[in-house]
């Protein structure tokens, strides 16, 4: 047997985590952005195998829990393997931006102080074992080819966020709050899938072979029944509460808000992709048949999504409430181009997964130093910062362009991709969702125009006293760099992506319409 | 006298396989010697003594039950049968792993009941049972430092009374274990040093409710006897093969048979005893209580439900499944407004019972076209109980460990902020609570999983998404706990005792146990699903 590769990457960030846990001597933000590292290496690494042996030759199979039908089955397809570079690569940004969370420098002691005794604010040890963890459970997600494999480390992965936001956020109520809301839905979610999940077992054990494999699954034909679609519901419903959208969004807003920058980067940038991530993996290869007889509710829900969520965040006074609301919008996009189910808008969507990774991602940090120097969400609590501090403003707008799909930048190929694909198949639906593009402009430059123009505040000018330092800026840059370097040459990418969009229409029986050139035919 | 008379005063002795029942016998023995030990050895030894022999009695058991391991037999062959030979005592896979998990669980249990470092140097029990609660000779007994150590006699009288319970194939013997099992608990649960009057309370509800339930049970095994001419399990499933007509007297007798046993699971609406005597009861005796009696309950049900009424599937799977509905909602909903930590650990109790109810209703067994190699009702059942008895003795290995001035505060809102305070007393009931919850990576999952996998294959999909509903509200109820011991503001009232030597084993057994059927579930899955067949002595 040759190097378990897949199980190394996955297992890694779960042996930093536990090292800090263990060996109290070292320095535990250290010793987590080493692992953080050595697994955006090994990630690296994984993908370069991939390219010169192919994804057979990673793939792990072990005997797990035979008498139910699992294994434990790692493989890596090129939708895998994007949202896996994602990760790693998001996660050591996120240890450098929040280096200082939890430290005892002189802003975090005042913290814990306002809290009251006992309040249980984390430390930073915590913070890097936490996200560690949270990476762990991601990445194993991701590999994941069991789909007994995949739940266990999709609700797995909700305890370190718990404790994630329940001990790191601003007002120690409200994030205890937040956090309990986050983790109830999380569960009630994954609860739902575990019904879906037992039901998809009974329907492969009717089909003639019990397996949890999701290639053998993808083989069977589960559909084509009353209770396959209740099956299928079932997916649904616990992705679309993961990847929140309307009307299961609510506790996106709240988590976000109660959140440090970095937790809500790993929430929204990693953790919530587990939603899309898991519709293309269940809804659409396992249950197709079922997948277009919901598509006229789910297209709908999309459509909601979209614009519930681009008109939510005109409305919100808190940043990082705001920059949520914009990630329920595009939410909606991703799934809208999931369930419209063209290469192109599949391709597209899958792309918008890492590429709003990377823009909220790159958002996120970004407020996060902001709220640390403010002390203050609020939007009003802003004005001028840009001649204060022009770097920050300068990187805060091009993630913010990235947001909202400016040419030039990786999101635009994605949502233009997703936008031919679903006006290829629904026009009107089109219309609609161009509509959430133009509110895009409207709430990033929006903000942007109350956040950083105009004349310098006083608030501002007490406590900017200085732009973003060297560690700061070395948090954001790759990020941006990936914005705009995948915004001018998508092609890798999407190379990558497109035989797992292929795979999933071959699956589905379904064939792109034929462009309609004017004058032939 | 009368020569007419004689032949039923003949008695022809029952054809016994002691090698095979070496397990319950041990058990039996090292009570009656316990009896003796009580009686004759010096006070200040008899606690040292006596746990010393429960402990070496039950490792015994547990090695005799591993060596007889995989081998079916007929262990009491009843001699008034027809021509074949039909048991009335079963030693076969389903009796071979639930034996071994009741002695594991009881293994546990004692050490909890052998715990006197948290206690200031006693143990959890009443100093003079016999003395009026607030009483002078109370008040002397304890400042003599006076210990009961009837205790372990006790709890193995009631462990032999499981064991039966479990092989038994033969309603009367059936009954005899029940009682057998039960009187012991009754007392036990009256001998709580502190808040006696709660204590004997407890014991009291129990007894009555439950001594009600042992004649409602005995009514039932009446009735069946009427129908089937038999007590015998396997003779019960001729009668209802052979279509016997009487079908009024088969249905009472099962459903009054059927009170009995979820008397003892727990099961809504039979449930009411729990929170007040999982309250009262000594938490050692309670932790034995709520694991032991669950799982003897449970595997006496599979085999009276599979053995004797395996062909009438079709008729009880409904009554399971309208159990198992209201058990469930009824459970996690009234948990949530609990205060008590030991009520809430009562109420989750009932809200597993429903849980695992689930597995029976899907009955899925080989018969109902189960391939060997997988988990059917039986192993599905066997590991639920594995993981709930982990999670659960964990918890109230727990309950002991916070005290102030020296007794155990039960009251939840005293609990707050201890996980952040104690980071290992928090990561023992994050374990724990996480598996009763069934979040993956512990055994609580995999039990989970593996019970709503059977109820669905067995027809029951419905029941599955009233399951995973009321899962849902099972969650907040631990969420609650654990949000409790981690967000909140930590409070100076009460202080997380350092564990003594069994109490640290239990705690150590119980998490790494938790963890480890979580991550690597596949043997004791295998191994489950490999003992799951019922021997039956009469095939047709």
């Excluded at chain 1, 999709?154 to 956090?179: N, Q, T």
């Excluded at chain 1, 903000?447 to 105009?454: A, D, K, V």
Aim: with cysteine.
């Amino acid at each position: 047997m040759t190097f378990p590769w897949l199980t190394a990457l996955a297992v890694l960030p779960l042996l930093g985590a536990v090292l800090i846990g263990l060996v109290k001597v070292w320095s535990g933000r250290l010793v987590g952005l080493i692992t953080a590292l050595v697994t955006l290496a090994l990630g690296a690494g994984v993908a370069w195998l991939q390219a010169a042996d192919g994804a057979a030759a990673l793939a792990e199979r072990v005997t797990w829990l035979a008498p139910l039908g699992a294994a434990y089955s790692l493989s890596l397809d090129g939708m895998g393997l994007a949202m896996v570079l994602l990760t790693v690569v998001l996660v050591p940004l996120i240890l450098i931006a929040e280096w200082r969370t939890g430290t005892g420098s002189a802003g975090a002691a005042e913290a814990a102080e306002a809290d009251g005794p006992g309040s249980g604010r984390g430390s930073a040890r915590a913070f890097s074992a936490l996200v560690l963890l949270v990476e762990s459970c991601s990445l194993f997600v991701f590999l994941a080819e069991d789909a007994i494999l995949f739940y266990v480390f999709f609700e797995a992965s909700l305890i370190p966020m718990y404790f994630l936001i329940a001990g790191f956020g601003s007002d120690p109520v409200k994030r205890s709050a937040a956090a309990v809301k986050f983790l109830l839905f999380g569960l009630a979610g994954g609860l739902v899938m575990l019904f879906a999940l037992v039901g998809t077992g009974a329907l492969a054990a009717q089909g003639g072979s019990l397996t949890m494999s999701l290639t053998e699954l993808a083989d069977l034909d589960l559909g084509g029944s009353t209770l396959s679609q209740v099956v299928f519901i079932g997916f649904f419903v616990a992705f679309a509460l993961k990847a929140p959208m309307v009307p299961g969004h609510t506790w996106l807003p709240q988590a976000a808000a109660q959140s440090t920058g970095g937790g809500a980067a790993l929430m929204v940038g990693v953790l919530d992709k587990l939603g899309t991530f898991g519709m293309v993996r269940f809804c659409l290869v396992l249950f197709p048949q079922e997948a277009r007889w919901a598509t006229p509710v789910i297209i709908g829900l999309a459509v909601l999504s979209i614009l519930y969520g681009a008109f939510a965040a005109l409305g919100q006074k808190d940043l990082m409430r705001l920059v949520a609301f914009t990630s329920i919008s595009h939410f909606g996009f991703m799934v809208l181009g999931l369930f419209t189910l063209t290469t192109a808008s599949l391709t597209g969507s899958i792309f918008y997964m890492v590429n709003h990774g990377l823009s909220t991602g790159a958002l996120f940090l970004l407020i996060g130093y902001m709220v640390r120097q403010r002390g203050s969400a609020e939007v009003s609590a802003f004005g001028g910062v840009a001649k204060v501090a022009p770097v920050l403003a300068g990187f805060t707008l091009l993630a913010g362009l990235g947001g909202l799909a400016l040419p030039g930048t990786s999101s635009f190929v994605s949502e233009f991709m997703v936008m031919a694909g679903v006006w290829a198949r629904f026009n009107v639906v089109a219309v609609l969702a161009a509509l959430g593009t133009v509110l895009a402009a409207l709430y990033i430059l929006w903000t942007y125009q109350r956040l950083m123009t105009g004349p310098v505040t006083d608030q501002t000018a007490q406590h900017f006293t200085a732009d973003l330092s060297a560690r700061e800026r070395l948090a954001v840059i790759p990020l941006l760099f990936a914005i705009l370097a995948l915004g001018f040459f998508p092609r890798p990418a999407l190379d990558l992506i497109e035989p797992t969009s292929q795979t999933i229409m071959t699956e589905a029986g379904v064939t792109d319409l034929a462009p309609i050139v004017k004058g032939v035919n | 006298m009368t020569a007419a008379v004689l032949p039923l005063l003949e008695f022809t002795p029952p054809t016994i396989d002691y090698v095979r029942l070496l397990p319950f016998l041990i058990v039996i023995a090292a009570a009656c010697l316990g009896v003796v030990v009580e009686a004759f050895v010096r006070r200040t030894w008899r606690h040292e003594v006596q746990v010393g022999l429960a402990l070496v009695a039950l490792v015994a058991s547990g090695a005799a039950i591993v060596s007889g391991w995989g081998s079916d037999s007929l262990a009491v062959v009843d001699p008034i049968g027809p021509d074949q030979p039909v048991g009335s005592v079963m030693v076969d896979g389903p009796t071979q792993v639930f034996w071994l998990m009741l002695v594991l669980f009881a293994l546990l249990a004692v050490c909890l009941m052998a715990e006197r470092r948290v206690y200031a140097g006693r143990n959890a029990f009443a100093p003079m049972a016999a003395a009026i609660p607030g009483s002078q000779a109370e008040a002397e007994a304890d400042q003599a430092s006076l210990e009961h150590a009837e205790v372990f006699p006790l709890a193995l009288f009631s462990l032999s009374g499981m064991m039966l319970f479990v092989a038994a194939n033969d309603l009367l013997l059936l009954f005899v274990a029940l009682e057998v099992l039960s009187l012991p608990l009754y007392v036990l649960a009256a001998l709580a040093r502190h808040r006696r009057l709660a204590s004997q309370e407890a014991a009291l509800k129990y007894f009555l409710l439950g001594a009600a339930a042992s004649a409602i049970f005995l009514f039932g095994c009446a009735l069946l006897f009427a129908y089937a001419g038999s007590f015998d399990f396997d003779l019960i499933a001729l009668r209802y093969d052979q279509g016997a007509a009487a079908d009024r007297l088969l249905w009472a007798g099962l459903g009054l048979v059927l009170v009995g046993l979820l008397f003892k699971i727990g099961a809504v609406p039979f449930h009411s005893w729990a929170p007040d005597t999982y309250q009262g009861a000594p938490t050692p005796v309670t932790a034995f209580m709520a694991v032991c009696t669950k799982i003897a309950a449970v595997a006496a049900l599979l085999r009276l439900l599979f053995v004797a009424l395996g062909a009438a599937r079709w008729t009880w799977q409904p009554i399971i499944a309208g159990v198992a509905v209201v058990t469930m909602l009824v459970g996690p909903v009234l948990g949530i407004v609990q205060s008590n930590i030991k009520r809430l650990l009562a109420y989750s109790s009932i809200a597993h019972a429903g849980f695992l109810l689930t597995g029976l209703a899907g009955a899925l067994t080989v018969q109902s076209g189960l391939a060997a190699d997988q988990l059917g009702t039986v192993a599905s059942a066997g590991f639920y109980l594995m993981a709930y008895g982990l999670a659960t003795i964990g918890c109230f290995a727990a309950v002991t460990l916070v005290q102030s001035q020296g007794r155990e505060v039960t009251e939840l809102s005293a609990w707050a902020g201890l996980g952040r305070r104690h980071p290992w007393f928090g990561l023992v009931m994050l374990v724990c609570l996480l598996s009763l919850a069934g979040i993956p990576l512990t055994a609580g999952f995999t039990g989970k999983l593996a019970v709503f996998s059977v109820a669905w294959r067995g027809g029951y999909w419905w029941l599955v998404l009233v399951a995973v509903l009321a899962a849902v509200v099972a969650v907040y109820v631990y969420v609650r706990v654990l949000v409790l011991l981690f967000s909140r503001p930590a409070s100076d009232q009460v202080e997380v005792k350092l564990p003594g030597p069994a109490t640290a084993v239990v705690l150590t057994v119980t998490v790494i146990g938790s963890l480890a059927f979580g991550l690597v579930p596949g043997p004791l899955a295998d191994l489950l699903a490999q003992s799951s067949t019922f021997l039956r002595s009469v095939h047709n």
